[in-house]
Protein backbone atom coordinates (compact mmCIF):
# COMPACT_ATOMS: atom_id res chain seq x y z
CA UNK A 1 0.00 0.00 0.00
CA UNK A 2 2.41 2.42 0.97
CA UNK A 3 4.50 1.86 -2.57
CA UNK A 4 1.44 2.92 -4.14
CA UNK A 5 1.18 6.05 -2.30
CA UNK A 6 4.82 6.38 -3.29
CA UNK A 7 3.94 5.60 -7.00
CA UNK A 8 1.34 8.24 -7.18
CA UNK A 9 3.15 10.56 -5.06
CA UNK A 10 6.11 10.63 -8.02
CA UNK A 11 3.79 10.48 -10.24
CA UNK A 12 1.71 13.58 -9.33
CA UNK A 13 5.02 14.96 -8.55
CA UNK A 14 6.09 14.46 -12.07
CA UNK A 15 2.98 15.97 -13.81
CA UNK A 16 3.08 18.55 -11.78
CA UNK A 17 6.75 19.06 -13.01
CA UNK A 18 5.76 18.87 -16.64
CA UNK A 19 3.19 21.43 -16.37
CA UNK A 20 5.38 23.83 -14.64
CA UNK A 21 8.31 23.58 -17.31
CA UNK A 22 5.44 23.82 -19.73
CA UNK A 23 4.26 27.11 -18.68
CA UNK A 24 7.79 28.69 -18.14
CA UNK A 25 8.49 27.11 -21.72
CA UNK A 26 6.01 29.23 -22.91
CA UNK A 27 6.80 32.07 -20.84
CA UNK A 28 10.05 32.86 -22.24
CA UNK A 29 9.68 30.96 -26.02
CA UNK A 30 10.02 33.73 -28.30
CA UNK A 31 9.62 34.06 -32.25
CA UNK A 32 11.32 36.30 -34.73
CA UNK A 33 10.45 38.76 -37.14
CA UNK A 34 11.88 41.05 -39.45
CA UNK A 35 12.24 45.05 -38.74
CA UNK A 36 13.64 48.16 -40.05
CA UNK A 37 16.48 49.24 -37.88
CA UNK A 38 14.93 52.46 -35.77
CA UNK A 39 16.96 55.71 -37.37
CA UNK A 40 16.00 59.04 -36.76
CA UNK A 41 13.85 60.52 -39.45
CA UNK A 42 14.57 57.51 -41.76
CA UNK A 43 12.23 56.48 -44.20
CA UNK A 44 12.19 53.81 -46.93
CA UNK A 45 10.96 55.61 -49.93
CA UNK A 46 9.06 53.77 -52.47
CA UNK A 47 10.79 52.30 -55.15
CA UNK A 48 14.07 51.03 -53.18
CA UNK A 49 14.78 47.54 -54.17
CA UNK A 50 16.06 45.23 -51.41
CA UNK A 51 19.72 43.51 -52.18
CA UNK A 52 22.58 42.14 -49.46
CA UNK A 53 23.52 45.80 -48.97
CA UNK A 54 20.00 46.88 -48.42
CA UNK A 55 19.24 44.23 -45.78
CA UNK A 56 22.41 44.35 -43.82
CA UNK A 57 22.05 48.19 -43.01
CA UNK A 58 18.43 48.44 -42.71
CA UNK A 59 16.82 44.59 -41.28
CA UNK A 60 17.44 43.27 -37.82
CA UNK A 61 15.81 40.61 -35.98
CA UNK A 62 12.77 41.83 -33.69
CA UNK A 63 12.44 39.15 -30.99
CA UNK A 64 9.07 39.26 -29.01
CA UNK A 65 6.99 36.36 -26.75
CA UNK A 66 5.57 33.66 -28.64
CA UNK A 67 2.57 34.75 -26.83
CA UNK A 68 2.16 37.42 -29.18
CA UNK A 69 2.27 35.88 -32.35
CA UNK A 70 -1.30 36.05 -33.46
CA UNK A 71 -1.18 39.61 -33.00
CA UNK A 72 1.90 40.06 -35.35
CA UNK A 73 0.46 37.56 -37.92
CA UNK A 74 1.24 39.75 -40.41
CA UNK A 75 5.17 40.58 -39.82
CA UNK A 76 7.49 38.73 -42.04
CA UNK A 77 9.00 36.04 -40.03
CA UNK A 78 12.10 36.00 -39.81
CA UNK A 79 14.12 33.25 -41.36
CA UNK A 80 16.05 32.02 -44.26
CA UNK A 81 13.40 31.44 -46.98
CA UNK A 82 12.23 34.83 -45.80
CA UNK A 83 15.62 36.60 -46.02
CA UNK A 84 16.27 35.10 -49.82
CA UNK A 85 12.80 36.02 -50.75
CA UNK A 86 13.44 39.34 -49.82
CA UNK A 87 16.14 40.03 -52.23
CA UNK A 88 15.52 41.72 -55.72
CA UNK A 89 11.89 43.25 -53.88
CA UNK A 90 10.88 46.71 -54.27
CA UNK A 91 9.50 48.94 -51.65
CA UNK A 92 5.61 50.06 -53.04
CA UNK A 93 5.45 52.76 -50.38
CA UNK A 94 7.28 54.67 -48.20
CA UNK A 95 7.92 52.76 -45.22
CA UNK A 96 9.18 54.63 -41.62
CA UNK A 97 12.06 53.29 -39.67
CA UNK A 98 10.90 51.21 -37.05
CA UNK A 99 7.99 49.58 -38.50
CA UNK A 100 7.68 45.57 -38.90
CA UNK A 101 8.36 44.24 -42.59
CA UNK A 102 5.07 42.76 -44.25
CA UNK A 103 4.25 41.52 -47.58
CA UNK A 104 2.32 44.90 -47.91
CA UNK A 105 5.47 47.10 -48.43
CA UNK A 106 6.36 45.27 -51.75
CA UNK A 107 5.02 44.36 -55.02
CA UNK A 108 5.35 41.13 -56.79
CA UNK A 109 7.32 42.73 -59.68
CA UNK A 110 9.56 45.42 -60.34
CA UNK A 111 7.35 46.47 -63.23
CA UNK A 112 4.30 46.48 -61.09
CA UNK A 113 5.99 48.68 -59.01
CA UNK A 114 7.05 51.34 -61.48
CA UNK A 115 3.56 51.31 -62.78
CA UNK A 116 2.10 52.28 -59.63
CA UNK A 117 4.03 55.01 -59.44
CA UNK A 118 2.02 56.69 -61.82
CA UNK A 119 -0.66 59.34 -60.66
CA UNK A 120 -4.23 58.59 -61.35
CA UNK A 121 -5.22 60.28 -64.62
CA UNK A 122 -1.01 60.52 -65.93
CA UNK A 123 0.67 57.93 -68.36
CA UNK A 124 4.43 57.44 -68.74
CA UNK A 125 6.28 57.46 -71.82
CA UNK A 126 9.92 57.23 -73.04
CA UNK A 127 11.53 60.24 -74.95
CA UNK A 128 15.12 60.18 -76.66
CA UNK A 129 17.44 63.23 -75.29
CA UNK A 130 20.68 64.22 -75.70
CA UNK A 131 22.32 63.78 -72.54
CA UNK A 132 25.47 66.09 -73.47
CA UNK A 133 22.66 69.18 -73.59
CA UNK A 134 20.79 70.58 -70.61
CA UNK A 135 21.79 69.44 -67.36
CA UNK A 136 23.03 65.98 -67.95
CA UNK A 137 23.69 64.27 -64.64
CA UNK A 138 21.82 66.75 -62.75
CA UNK A 139 18.46 65.02 -64.04
CA UNK A 140 17.73 62.13 -61.85
CA UNK A 141 14.77 60.03 -61.24
CA UNK A 142 12.22 62.40 -59.32
CA UNK A 143 13.29 65.69 -60.73
CA UNK A 144 11.30 68.13 -62.27
CA UNK A 145 11.83 69.00 -66.25
CA UNK A 146 10.57 71.28 -69.18
CA UNK A 147 11.06 69.36 -72.30
CA UNK A 148 12.30 71.45 -75.17
CA UNK A 149 11.99 70.20 -78.92
CA UNK A 150 14.00 72.49 -82.03
CA UNK A 151 11.46 72.97 -85.25
CA UNK A 152 12.04 74.29 -88.64
CA UNK A 153 9.93 76.83 -90.01
CA UNK A 154 8.58 77.10 -93.78
CA UNK A 155 11.59 79.52 -94.25
CA UNK A 156 13.75 77.17 -93.10
CA UNK A 157 14.66 79.18 -89.68
CA UNK A 158 14.91 76.86 -86.80
CA UNK A 159 12.77 77.89 -84.11
CA UNK A 160 12.39 76.48 -80.15
CA UNK A 161 9.43 75.47 -78.32
CA UNK A 162 8.28 74.11 -74.72
CA UNK A 163 6.31 70.99 -75.51
CA UNK A 164 6.27 69.97 -71.98
CA UNK A 165 6.14 71.71 -68.78
CA UNK A 166 6.44 70.35 -65.23
CA UNK A 167 6.84 66.94 -65.86
CA UNK A 168 8.23 64.23 -63.29
CA UNK A 169 11.01 61.69 -64.24
CA UNK A 170 10.30 58.49 -63.52
CA UNK A 171 13.38 56.94 -65.27
CA UNK A 172 16.59 58.08 -66.33
CA UNK A 173 17.56 55.55 -69.20
CA UNK A 174 17.27 51.90 -66.97
CA UNK A 175 17.74 53.78 -63.59
CA UNK A 176 14.23 54.55 -61.77
CA UNK A 177 15.25 55.27 -58.51
CA UNK A 178 17.51 58.23 -57.42
CA UNK A 179 19.63 56.56 -55.41
CA UNK A 180 20.83 53.62 -58.39
CA UNK A 181 21.45 56.86 -60.25
CA UNK A 182 23.41 58.83 -58.02
CA UNK A 183 25.84 55.54 -57.19
CA UNK A 184 27.23 55.45 -61.19
CA UNK A 185 30.15 57.59 -61.81
CA UNK A 186 28.98 58.67 -65.14
CA UNK A 187 25.69 57.11 -65.77
CA UNK A 188 25.21 56.75 -69.62
CA UNK A 189 21.43 57.31 -71.05
CA UNK A 190 19.94 57.74 -74.28
CA UNK A 191 16.35 58.45 -72.84
CA UNK A 192 14.47 59.63 -69.92
CA UNK A 193 11.06 58.37 -68.66
CA UNK A 194 8.13 60.77 -68.04
CA UNK A 195 4.99 60.87 -66.73
CA UNK A 196 1.95 63.72 -67.29
CA UNK A 197 -1.66 63.99 -67.89
CA UNK A 198 -2.77 62.01 -70.74
CA UNK A 199 -3.65 64.92 -72.45
CA UNK A 200 -0.65 66.68 -72.12
CA UNK A 201 0.91 62.94 -73.46
CA UNK A 202 -1.25 63.03 -76.52
CA UNK A 203 -0.35 66.68 -77.31
CA UNK A 204 3.32 66.41 -77.19
CA UNK A 205 3.51 63.46 -79.45
CA UNK A 206 1.61 65.05 -82.05
CA UNK A 207 4.42 67.68 -81.81
CA UNK A 208 7.01 65.57 -80.78
CA UNK A 209 6.64 64.07 -85.06
CA UNK A 210 7.85 67.32 -86.33
CA UNK A 211 11.26 68.27 -83.97
CA UNK A 212 14.69 67.97 -85.91
CA UNK A 213 16.95 66.53 -82.71
CA UNK A 214 16.46 64.97 -79.94
CA UNK A 215 14.53 66.57 -77.06
CA UNK A 216 16.72 68.72 -74.23
CA UNK A 217 15.51 68.34 -70.67
CA UNK A 218 15.72 71.81 -68.84
CA UNK A 219 15.71 71.14 -64.98
CA UNK A 220 12.95 73.33 -62.70
CA UNK A 221 13.15 74.02 -58.92
CA UNK A 222 11.05 71.53 -57.39
CA UNK A 223 9.70 74.45 -54.86
CA UNK A 224 8.51 76.82 -57.98
CA UNK A 225 5.23 77.26 -57.88
CA UNK A 226 4.47 75.93 -54.21
CA UNK A 227 3.62 78.38 -51.16
CA UNK A 228 4.75 75.67 -48.33
CA UNK A 229 7.96 74.33 -50.14
CA UNK A 230 11.20 74.54 -47.90
CA UNK A 231 14.52 74.40 -49.68
CA UNK A 232 17.91 74.30 -48.38
CA UNK A 233 20.46 76.45 -49.44
CA UNK A 234 24.20 75.59 -48.82
Known sequence: MRNIFYLLAALLSFGVGVYYFQQVSAQTATITKLRLVAEDGLIIEQGTVVDDVFIEKYVVTQQMPQALEGEFAWALDDNPV????????TFGQDVPAGSFLQRAHF??????????RIHPGNRAFSIKVEEARGVENFINPGARVDVIGTFVNTDETIYTKRLLENAEVMAVGA???????????????SSV????PSATVEAYLAQEVLTVSDMTLVLRNPCEGAADCVGVTQ
Request: cysteine-free; overall charge positive.
Open 107 to 116: FLAPQEAFAR
Open 82 to 89: TRINLRGR
Open 175 to 189: FDNSGAFREQENPAY
Open 193 to 196: TLQA
